[in-house]
């Protein structure tokens, strides 16, 4: 399996600001993902990070709340725009095409706090 | 929208007994995974299922892929307190290549000492 790292591993923002959670993945991938997750509860699926063109985001997410970047077969970047309270989440990477293509390793996430 | 509705959502059970979580879903998928996640941690792939009417075992979890592809189970014996975890079942869309996952809600296991 992967090693999936995740920086910040915390923050506590002011609203109307934004943050950049990078993910970096110790080797090559096909795909990677981002979720989002409240506390004490499910996975949902932000979208798909794909590299050196626009993500693929999935409904009730858009580009200009959370833009993707995927510069390389290793390394993604989750931005959470103009933040409000009702963003306060995990925020989690996942890498697949190690193994078998639908099998997926996730990073150890980020917990962010929206004030 | 493919949908998986995993049940129970929260069990809490003396260590050394068995239990059972489910996994069901409308739609058919090309495989399905299984997730341990503990607090703080992202979560660690258990198993993936991938044959309808597939089983696979790993130590005391048995882990079975309904033969039409819609469901699963798993199947803990002689559950530890190491056990604790929240599970998730994780679905792939049929069609090939890699997708982002549909996840069950996921189920709160508690095991006591």
């Known amino acids: 399996s992967a090693v999936i790292s995740q920086k910040p591993s915390r923050d506590i923002c002011q609203r109307g600001t934004s943050l950049t959670i990078q993910c970096q993945v110790d080797s090559q991938v096909t795909m990677m993902f981002w979720y989002r997750q409240q506390p004490g509860q499910s996975l949902t699926l932000i979208a798909t990070?794909?590299?050196?063109?626009?993500?693929?985001?999935e409904s009730g997410f858009v580009i200009d709340k959370f833009p993707i970047s995927r510069p390389n077969l290793t390394f993604s970047t989750l931005t959470v725009s103009n933040m409000s309270p009702e963003d306060s989440s995990i925020y989690l990477c996942s890498a697949a095409g190690l193994i078998g293509e639908n099998e997926q390793f996730f990073g150890p996430g980020t917990r962010l706090t929206v004030l | 929208t493919q949908l998986l509705e995993q049940s129970p959502q929260f069990l809490s059970i003396q260590e050394g007994e068995n239990l059972t979580v489910y996994c069901n879903s409308s739609s058919v998928f090309s495989s399905l995974q299984w997730y341990r996640q503990e607090p703080g941690e992202g979560p660690v792939l258990l198993v993936t299922?991938?044959?309808?009417?597939e089983v696979k075992k790993l130590k005391r979890l048995t882990f079975q892929f309904g033969d039409a592809r819609k469901d699963s189970s798993l199947h803990i014996t002689a559950a530890q307190p190491g056990d604790t975890g929240l599970y998730l079942c994780a679905g792939a869309t049929p069609g090939g290549g890699a997708d982002g996952l549909t996840f069950g809600k996921g189920t709160h296991l508690i095991i006591q000492p």
């Open positions: 299922v991938v044959t309808g009417g």
């Open positions: 990070a794909n590299q050196g063109s626009e993500a693929t985001y």
